[in-house]
Antibody
Framework: EVQLVESGGGLVKPGSSLKLSCVASGFTFSSYGMHWIRQAPKKGLEWIALIYYDSSNKYYADSVKGRFTISRDNSKNTLYLEMNSLRSEDTAMYYC??????WGQGVMVTVSS | DIQMTQSPSFLSASVGDRVTINCKASQNINRYLNWYQQKLGEAPKLLIYNANSLQTGIPSRFSGSGSGTDFTLTISSLQPEDVATYFCLQHNSWWTFGGGTKLELK
């Protein structure tokens, strides 16, 4: 059974950093591109980052480019999202997803003073 | 960027009803359109991929249709367990999502 489990969320102050993790199981993690998506309270879903199966390519939404970094460790079946210079508008539920077919349950990030 | 307009945003229907949810793309996305179901506190679940292909394990009362810019998710006979939020995703050019449809029982 495919499982994606996010962790690392929490309440942080504006300008601070946070690193999210997504541990994958039930499939060959190293063979698939992985995405991060977020949903702000009362708002729609927003794709924010993609990493290829071998980390050869990484892509970001304009809203996070230069502040967020997606990475992966295929030896640990883990996807990461390093978030720097956090803003109040980054407050959202963050999801990891495998190529569109499986999603995690999400982890909440709240940026507030 | 491709915009996805989903309608309706809220839907109330009775058990056994036929339910349709629509997504309209701002430009041609061929058939690169997925439909998801999300129940409160759960991960989104893929129902339909590439506009009309039923994901493994999904009941046959769910179906998808459309191509180009106009797409429809149909639930042929609504069941109580179908109460959820439904959203579409275009993956023709990056990813963009519809705004979601909250489906409740009447």
């Amino acid at each position: 059974e495919v499982q994606l489990v996010e962790s690392g969320g929490g309440l942080v102050k504006p300008g601070s950093s946070l690193k999210l993790s997504c541990v994958a199981s039930g499939f060959t993690f190293s063979s698939y591109g992985m995405h991060w998506i977020r949903q702000a309270p009362k708002k729609g879903l927003e794709w924010i980052a993609l990493i290829y199966y071998d980390s050869s390519n990484k892509y970001y939404a304009d809203s996070v480019k230069g502040r967020f970094t997606i990475s992966r460790d295929n030896s640990k079946n883990t996807l990461y999202l390093e978030m720097n210079s956090l803003r109040s508008e980054d407050t959202a539920m963050y999801y990891c997803a495998k190529s569109g077919d499986y999603w995690g349950q999400g982890v909440m990030v709240t940026v507030s003073s | 960027d491709i915009q996805m307009t989903q309608s309706p945003s809220f839907l109330s229907a009775s058990v056994g009803d036929r339910v349709t949810i629509n997504c309209k793309a701002s430009q041609n996305i061929n058939r690169y359109l997925n439909w998801y179901q999300q129940k409160l506190g759960e991960a989104p679940k893929l129902l339909i991929y590439n506009a009309n292909s039923l994901q493994t394990g999904i009941p046959s009362r769910f179906s998808g249709s459309g191509s180009g810019t106009d797409f429809t998710l149909t639930i042929s006979s609504l069941q109580p367990e179908d109460v959820a939020t439904y959203f579409c995703l275009q993956h023709n050019s990056w990813w963009t999502f519809g705004g979601g449809t909250k489906l409740e029982l009447k």
